[in-house]
């Protein structure tokens, strides 16, 4: 009898342990609180951000005739339209003189294209930089970069002083990139095959408005990007919500925040500190970011907020000015702020500045009662000291403000990174369930 029970015991405590071990896999978490879409628009802000420019014509004409003796295989003819000490790389090294440029010419042509894309320069001296493509037919294919540096001649001429030719990667090298649109339909098949139920959707738009980016039209842009990002939302209101963004120092700011605010589509409000080059120790920017945060404040309008700036002392000072100027200008709203402070790991400077949040939450400062945190990006190539000085932070801020998020395609190995930290399983269980304010259903 006490066999039969011994064995019944071992049983039993093999089918706890295989069902608590089903359960840990199956664990999931509810919500996803950094996503972004792609538009095309978007989409071509990182794949060819510079047009292509008209140049002068002889610098034209010296381009057409780069093309047709390369494609030609004329060496001499090519070698020609360098400067008597003028350089070109070939195969990694360079080769000096039209002699050496000669040689390394005589191997195969090919038809090729050099579209301008940058020039500059003066009645002596001129760079032209632009896309380097195989042409072929149809369509033309983009292989790389070009840049030359261009000497004028004593009969006027244009000549190259030094020519270099990069090609693209060889998965990009055999035709052009199609820009494509990843869109809600694409975010809810990946939310579905992660186990994921919601999705908090940030636009990109900000990203017209980056540290020096020209884009024609910029306000135009931003506000079709937000209209964009919305519109694919609103296509699944039971699991999606949605963000506009915008760079918070351009003078079309508060009004691109006050159409965001008047969307029944939208949430709330994404800011990039980094791609908009805020300084939180200039005055003038925190003023503006005053206005901001009192503008959605006034709809209670939540602002989710890429905190980390250019900084190379980023940390404990800014974090200071975070709370001590803008949060109170947030006060009736929540403010979810991404990345545990910083972003792209837990370095000495999220350290610092998540420290100051997290230390003023366990005094009970009114002004952080709204504040959430995103882990997206945090623990990726972490040390053991590192995940262990993360856990101690994110007890001390309490498991209930803590937000997961990847910031990148949505699959189950971020989450499994994330239970890589020595917490609970009882704390991973309350940040699987945790939803941001901005996100229960009402």
Not at 46 to 68: C, M, N, S
Not at 314 to 332: C, I, K, S, T
Not at 345 to 368: K, L, N
């Amino acid at each position: 009898m006490r066999l039969v029970r011994t064995i019944c015991v071992v049983l039993a405590l093999a089918v706890c342990g295989a069902a608590a071990q089903v359960s840990q896999m199956a664990l999931a978490p509810m919500a996803d609180h950094h996503v972004h879409l792609r538009s095309l628009a978007v989409n071509a802000l990182f794949t060819d951000g510079l047009p292509v420019i008209d140049v002068p014509a002889d610098v034209q004409t010296l381009l057409r005739e780069f093309e047709t003796h390369w494609r030609a295989r004329d060496p001499r003819a090519f070698a020609a339209l360098f400067t008597a000490d003028g350089l070109m790389q070939f195969e990694g090294g360079w080769r000096l003189g039209p002699g050496a440029i000669h040689i390394a010419r005589l191997g195969a042509g090919g038809n090729i294209r050099l579209d301008p894309q940058s020039f500059g320069g003066n009645a002596s001296y001129a760079h032209v930089a632009g896309s380097y493509g195989r042409v072929v037919e149809p369509p033309p294919g983009e292989r790389g970069r070009f840049l030359l540096v261009l000497e004028k001649a004593a009969n006027g001429q244009w000549r190259v002083a030094a020519a270099t030719l990069q090609d693209r990667p060889p998965d990009t090298s055999s035709g052009p990139r199609v820009p494509k649109t990843i869109g809600s339909d694409d975010l809810i098949a990946q939310l579905d095959a992660a186990g994921i139920e919601r999705a908090a959707v940030l636009s990109w738009a900000y990203q017209f408005g980056q540290l020096g980016r020209r884009v024609p039209n910029e306000a135009t842009m931003v506000r079709a990007e937000n209209d964009w990002t919305a519109e694919e939302v609103a296509r699944h209101p039971g699991r999606l919500v949605g963000f506009c963004s915008l760079n918070p120092l351009k003078d079309y700011a508060l009004a691109e925040l006050a159409s965001c605010m008047r969307d029944a589509r939208v949430t709330g409000l994404k800011l990039h500190f980094t791609t908009a080059d805020v300084d939180l120790r200039n005055a003038k920017n925190v003023e503006r970011l005053r206005e901001v945060f009192r503008a959605a404040n006034t709809r209670r309008f939540p602002l989710v907020v890429h905190m980390r700036t250019l900084d190379p002392s980023y940390g404990r000072r800014d974090a200071e000015v975070f709370v001590n100027e803008l949060l109170p200008e947030a006060r009736d709203t929540t403010v979810h702020i991404a990345h545990l402070a910083g972003w792209g790991g837990y370095g000495p400077e999220t350290e610092a500045a998540f420290g100051v949040f997290a230390d003023a939450i366990a005094a009970g400062d009114p002004r952080v009662a709204n504040l959430y945190f995103d882990i997206a990006a945090v623990v990726a190539g972490t040390s053991p000291d590192q995940k262990a000085a993360i856990v101690r932070r994110l007890r001390q801020v309490g498991m209930t403000r803590v937000l997961f998020a990847i910031d990148g395609p949505v699959t189950r190995a971020p989450w499994e990174l994330f239970r890589t930290l020595p917490l609970t399983e009882a704390e991973f269980q309350t940040v699987a369930t945790n939803i941001a304010p901005y996100m229960k259903r009402r």
